[in-house]
């Protein structure tokens, strides 16, 4: 019994000074701290915290396996992964989990809030990176300078609208006619920007607008593309929707009724409509990765074009997570954090998915060991760019 | 349904909020320039669509109008659909016959597991609803692990499964033939009559002997097989079965079937309540093949506040239907 | 003959109190193996605490509000939603006019506001309570969705300056907060008869009209608190995170019922109702998933550990009910 009333005491104690407790930085913490003495000296493993919103898609999977079968089995770092984050609430309380668990490091792929992730990393003295989509600029230029901000490396929105349009271009330098849309989850950034990019593609306007941010504005207003707003020139839009729902198959068969001569998709065209479009004897094009489906798609269906992320498009944010904990920080010459970004490499057919495919397979991954390498240690911003942008298959 | 009703009467009664519906949304369409069916494929998805629709509402209120709530329909159409793809894929390859096949094998696992859910409630003997979010809970888990979470696709995309999606017959058949063993097996059983007693006065039947636990059991082994049947001709319409559902992110399906649930009940009044549920189905199809037609002008946030005031307002008739009749009847009638 | 009936008495009493105290035993034993999971594995106790007493404070005070609609036997599935477009309506506010009070002013004139318009609908046109809240889910969440998606444009929700919650981000004034209502919503329960009268309602509706109890009166303040504790919720959840997006507050509609029923209150309502079930439920489930989520880890592990975490609150809830069991199967 006198035990058991210690134990609880014990725990009271403990349950009273997290009441009283303010968020102390993980270096004073009795965890072993991570910044004051890099990991490469004390040769303890580098432990990492992902936070993810997709547990489930390909590509997310395709991450997933890079950092746990590859980068793991070859380096001293460790990954934990998050639950599903699906808001704010949720990256933040995972964060100080993290941070409670004696973490070194957070890297993002979840997007609900990132300045308060950020923020939350720095109060918990856990360095942090972008691996999926980028800050804002306001919050990048907020957050650019602090020692715990280690960067981002992914496709930034410029990037997503140029995908869309090179998407858009080659339906259009192919001489395609007529085409029909899926918008997927837009007011989801990344896919309001491909679809904006797709419309300046084919050579249409948007409520009279061809600027990117006017018509990308334009879409978040309206929360998806209305087509009557859209004028076209020699390419016809002869049908749009988006999301998925009740009325999802409807509406992709009143676009198939209207016999485009192309469906371009801004993602998730694989998963939801392969079979239909094969059937309808439809070229399509989609926005998403390497995977496995499509690779079939396009092999034996009637993918045409796909623009993709590979696995190991996010090994170059390990290679900078690596850099900050061993206290051979990359940053720029105003000492502020890395801020790259990377493009989409596209496939128009088996072959050239084929080599990509292949280029960045489990053993072999694009950004292997023998180039992350020469990423890490004490590596100049200007190397380390000039690495990122040599390396894509 | 009442018994003196004139035939004519039970007509009108039972074909008024179809027609009325059909009407309005045809004519809606046919203003603005849309037609509600684009085309062959769009009618065979309306039938498809009107079948599920029909099921989801019949496996919902077999259990609900006994006063047993279960959010669990959503989790078990998803389960049985990946386990019996599973199966069918090992067996057939996609080969001729697969939906055949994967057909039955839903409606078998759906029943064994509405059977499993029927089981844990009576033995448990606690209320459905938490039951229900027990085992909702658990067939979400059960399905992850499963898939991993991932969409389910090269399972159900073959040649067998195109055809029946790709021909209304098959939905229509089907039906007429869920229609036929409902009618049947409620309305002409034992089983039926005392689901009938149950449903009006649960401590009077179980006062005259009826096993109410056997009655339970059998009534959610048929939502089970029910929803196994949705499950199935979910994966024929989308091509894909998502596995990545938890903390409940499947019981939608369920809250979909509450307008149909209350507009088959009031149609029941003029005739079979089945037949009901199937007009009801038929109303939410024209209703959901009209949002996909005007999908450039409604957005989705819109459609789900379409489809919530018409459940408040259908509801707030349902419920004042009399006071409503008489305040609209000639002031000389009423005197 | 007296002998037995004695006995039996003091079994049964003795069963009553068991049932009354296994939530509390569940909720010590669950934090008890909290710690040690953590202490074995050599986490930071305190800060960990703090982050579950985070996860768990919001449920707690919405679930407690929630209480007096299930004590009703009614039900409300709208209360997450409601959470979320109060905040949304808290931030909205805040971002036009750069005052706190209007900021908590909107976000209670909202919770209340839509709290009443649920039980005002259902008593004015006598439709069932839940399907108004069915109905509200659908409104609330799309309209929220509506207003972040458009004001948040590429950052995909909207926010307010972290500075403006900052100071109210510590635990005495978390810790406060969740004292202060749930003393008021046990006053009101235990010690007024609101409380009496609504579980009379809840156990048995028809003696209560008849004793001249007006239904639809208690049905308003019971949604009246439920809003003030939706209110509470949105401005804690502002407070912890000071964005809002489409997912914001998501899980919580769900998690209210699990959190009640695990804490060791019939689903029914009642006069078994129990003031504090959704406290010692809300945070006994969080503590349980915090748990299992450090035992198991694997990306297949999310389907085990919700599996596990089912099959335990089944299994708490059966013994919670013991007590109340009948003849004829529940309903």
């Given amino acids: 019994m006198k035990k058991f009333l210690k134990m609880m005491m014990s725990l009271s104690l403990a349950f009273a000074l997290a009441a009283c407790g303010s968020s102390t930085p993980a270096t004073s913490g009795d965890s072993g701290s991570t910044a004051a003495q890099p990991a490469a000296v004390s040769g303890k493993t580098v432990k990492i915290g992902v936070l993810v919103a997709d547990v489930s898609g390909e590509e997310a999977l395709g991450f997933r396996s890079y950092f746990e079968n590859y980068i793991a089995n070859n380096y001293n770092a460790e990954f934990t992964y998050t639950e599903q984050l699906t808001d704010a609430a949720g990256e933040k309380a995972a964060i100080e989990k993290f941070a409670a668990q004696g973490y070194d490091a957070i890297i993002s792929m979840s997007d609900s809030d990132r300045a308060t992730q950020l923020q939350t990393s720095i109060d918990n003295g856990l360095y942090y990176a972008v691996a999926s989509g980028m800050l804002a600029d306001e919050q990048f230029e907020q957050y650019k300078s602090n020692e715990y901000f280690v960067g981002q490396v992914g496709p930034s929105m410029d990037a997503e609208y140029e995908a869309g349009y090179e998407m858009g271009k080659y339906f259009a330098d192919k001489g395609v006619k007529k085409v029909a849309l899926y918008g997927a989850f837009i007011p989801n950034p990344m896919h309001v920007y491909r679809a904006a990019g797709v419309l300046a593609g084919i050579g249409a306007t948007y409520g009279g607008a061809s600027e990117k941010d006017a018509v990308v504005g334009q879409i978040f207003g309206d929360q998806g593309i209305d087509i009557k707003k859209v004028e076209t020139g020699d390419v016809e839009l002869v049908g749009y929707f988006q999301g998925f729902g009740d009325t999802t198959f409807d509406e992709l068969f009143a676009c198939i009724g209207a016999q485009p001569e192309a469906f371009l998709s801004v993602g998730m065209a694989t998963t939801f409509f392969t079979q239909n479009l094969n059937d309808a004897g439809i070229e399509f094009s989609d926005i998403d990765s390497f995977t496995e489906a499509n690779g079939e798609a396009m092999k034996n269906g009637k993918l045409v074009y796909l623009a993709g992320k590979y696995s190991s498009s996010i090994g170059p944010v390990f290679a900078a997570i690596m850099n900050a904990v061993n206290g051979t920080p990359v940053r720029d010459a105003d000492g502020n954090a890395i801020s790259l970004s990377q493009d989409y490499l596209v496939a128009t057919d088996a072959a050239s998915f084929e080599k990509y495919a292949t280029a960045d397979k489990g053993d072999t991954p694009i950004f292997s060991k023998d180039v992350l390498d020469t990423m890490i240690g004490a590596v100049s911003y200007d190397d380390f760019a000039t690495a990122v942008a040599a390396n894509r298959g | 349904m009442n018994q003196t009703m004139t035939t004519n009467r039970k007509i009108r009664g039972a074909l008024s909020i179809p027609v009325l519906t059909g009407i309005i949304l045809t004519v809606l369409c046919a203003v603005n320039g849309k037609a509600m069916i684009a085309n062959k494929t769009g009618f065979n998805f309306f039938v498809l669509y009107t079948a599920i629709v029909m099921l989801t509402t019949m496996a919902l209120s077999i259990n609900l109008n006994s006063g047993r709530f279960d959010f669990s329909l959503g989790s078990i159409a998803v389960l049985a659909s990946v386990l019996s793809c599973r199966i069918t894929f090992a067996l057939l390859h996609g080969g001729t016959g697969s939906a055949v096949l994967m057909l039955v094998l839903n409606i078998v696992i759906g029943a064994a597991i509405g059977l499993a859910s029927g089981m844990i409630y009576v033995t448990l003997r606690i209320p459905p609803i938490i039951t229900s979010l027990g085992v909702t809970l658990v067939l979400e888990g059960i399905t992850f692990t499963i898939t991993e979470g991932k969409y389910v696709m090269n399972e159900v995309r073959n040649a067998s499964m195109s055809a029946f999606a790709g021909n209304w017959i098959w939905s229509a058949l089907l039906i007429a033939a869920v229609l036929a063993f409902m009618i049947w097996i409620f309305d002409h059983t034992e089983f039926g009559y005392n689901y009938a007693a149950l449903k009006s006065n649960q401590k009077v039947a179980v006062n005259t002997g009826i096993d109410e636990v056997k009655n339970a059991v059998i009534c959610y082994a048929i939502c089970g097989g029910l929803m196994g049947i949705v499950g199935f001709l979910q994966a024929a319409r989308s091509t894909s079965i998502n596995g990545g559902a938890l903390n409940f992110g499947s019981i939608a399906i369920m809250f979909t079937a509450f307008l149909p649930m209350f507009i088959g009940c009031y149609i029941g009044k003029y005739c079979n309540e089945k037949i009901g549920f199937l007009l009801a189905a038929l109303c939410m199809s024209m209703l959901n093949s009209t949002f996909a037609a005007f999908s450039n002008e409604i957005s989705a946030f819109m459609q789900s506040i379409i489809n919530a005031v018409l459940l408040v307002v259908f509801l707030i008739y349902l419920s004042n239907e009399d006071l409503l009749k008489r305040l609209l009847r000639p002031s000389a009638e009423r005197g | ?331």
């Avoid at chain 3, 982050?51 to 929630?66: D, H, K, Q, S, Y």
């Avoid at chain 3, 997450?80 to 909107?106: D, K, R």
């Avoid at chain 3, 010690?191 to 309602?201: D, N, S, V």
């Fill in chain 3, 1 to 331: 003959m007296d002998e037995k009936k004695k006995e039996l008495q003091e079994k049964n009493r003795k069963q009553q109190l068991l049932v009354t105290l296994l939530p509390f035993a569940a909720l010590i034993l669950l934090f008890v193996i909290l710690c040690i999971v953590i202490q074995t594995k050599g986490y930071r106790l305190p800060m960990y605490l703090k982050i579950i007493f985070n996860e768990g404070v919001v449920l707690a005070i919405v679930a407690t509000g929630a209480t007096f609609i299930y004590t009703l036997g009614s039900f409300d599935i709208s209360l997450g939603a409601s959470t979320l477009f109060a905040a949304t309506m808290g931030v909205m506010t805040y971002n036009a006019t750069n005052s706190m009070p209007a900021m908590l002013g909107a976000i209670f004139l909202t919770a209340v506001g839509c709290s009443l318009l649920s039980s005002v609908l259902a008593s004015v046109f006598h439709i069932p309570v839940f399907v108004t809240t069915v109905a509200m889910m659908s409104v609330l969440s799309a309209v929220s969705a509506q207003i972040i998606t458009v004001n948040g444009g590429a950052l995909g929700g909207i926010s307010i300056p972290s500075a403006a919650v900052a100071p109210y981000d510590n635990m005495a004034f978390k810790i406060t907060v969740l004292v202060l209502f749930f003393a008021l919503c046990l006053f009101l329960f235990n010690f007024t008869k609101i409380g009496r009268r609504q579980k009379f309602l809840g156990g048995n509706p028809v003696c209560a009209k008849l004793t001249g109890i007006d239904m639809n009166k208690y049905a308003i303040i019971a949604f009246l608190i439920a809003g003030t504790g939706v209110a509470i919720g949105a401005f804690l959840t502002l407070v912890y995170t000071p964005s809002v997006t489409t997912g914001t507050a998501g899980s919580i509609g769900m998690n209210i019922l699990v959190a009640i029923v695990f804490g060791g209150m019939p689903i029914s309502g009642g006069p078994r109702s129990r003031i504090y079930a959704a406290v010692t439920g809300g945070f006994s489930y969080i503590i349980l998933n915090n748990i299992l989520k450090i035992l198991i880890d694997s990306n297949a592990g999310y389907g085990i550990s919700q599996i596990i975490s089912a099959v335990f609150f089944l299994a708490v809830v059966y013994v919670t009910s013991m007590n109340y069991r009948s003849a004829y199967l529940p309903r």
